[in-house]
């Protein structure tokens, strides 16, 4: 089975930088994705770790070590629109994701 | 990428009744899932729409409840029946190959009364 651990809450101020961390357990792993969703909308892709090491793509980064079974997405120079919900999902067998429960990131000024 | 339309947007129906939700992709896709989201919470996988053959449901769900079909490689549908208040839910169709991105239609949020 899998299992994923993040933290429920969040709040940062504009401009700052956030971290969000995330866990896991797993029996198969295939990689690892970051996911933003905002309220009342569809999640929408941010980045994916397969290998160890860190992925930047702008102000988002993302970092996977398989051997501590951990991840995290790194938000710079943060704007007011990021507040929304940040979900980590693992990749297993046959390309089924499984969904953290999210973490609920609210930016203020 | 690939670009999902996903109807209804929502509806609000009677309990005891069945809606249909559709789900068209612009492109042939192998994989298609649909995921159930309830109100603060993350998604849960409901099925994996295999095509041509009877759609492969993760625990908690059955057939009977929320038959899917796939017609074909751009095109699935997923039906909750007999509904009741419990059912009210945002649900989500998703297309993926293998170790990619997911990609996600709009939802549908459904309000059962």
């Known amino acids: 089975g899998q299992n994923i651990d993040q933290p429920t809450e969040m709040t940062a101020t504009e401009g700052a930088i956030v971290q969000i961390n995330c866990t896991y357990q797993?029996?198969?792993?295939?990689?690892l994705f970051w996911y933003q969703q905002h309220a009342g909308e569809a999640p929408t892709f941010l980045s994916y770790n397969v290998l160890d090491g860190l992925e930047e793509k702008g102000r988002f980064s993302s970092f996977l070590s398989r051997s501590k079974g951990y991840s995290y997405l790194l938000l710079k120079e943060l704007q007011m629109k990021d507040s929304a919900s940040y979900l980590c999902v693992l990749t297993g067998t046959a390309s089924k994701l499984t969904f953290g429960t999210g973490t609920r990131l609210q930016v203020t000024l | 990428s690939a670009v999902i339309s996903q109807k209804p947007s929502r509806d609000i129906c009677q309990r005891g009744t069945s809606l249909t939700i559709q789900c068209q992709v612009d492109?042939?896709?192998?994989?298609m899932f649909w995921y159930r989201q309830q109100p603060g919470q993350s998604l849960t996988l409901i099925a994996t729409a295999n095509q041509g053959s009877e759609a492969t449901y993760e625990s908690g769900f059955v057939i009977d409840k929320f038959p899917i079909s796939r017609p074909n490689l751009t095109f699935s549908t997923l039906t909750v029946s007999n509904m009741s208040p419990e059912d009210s839910s945002i649900y989500l169709c998703s297309v993926q190959e293998h170790h990619t991105e997911a990609f996600f239609g709009q939802g549908t949020r459904l309000t059962v009364v």
């Open positions: 797993t029996s198969g792993f295939n990689g």
């Open positions: 492109s042939q896709v192998t994989m």
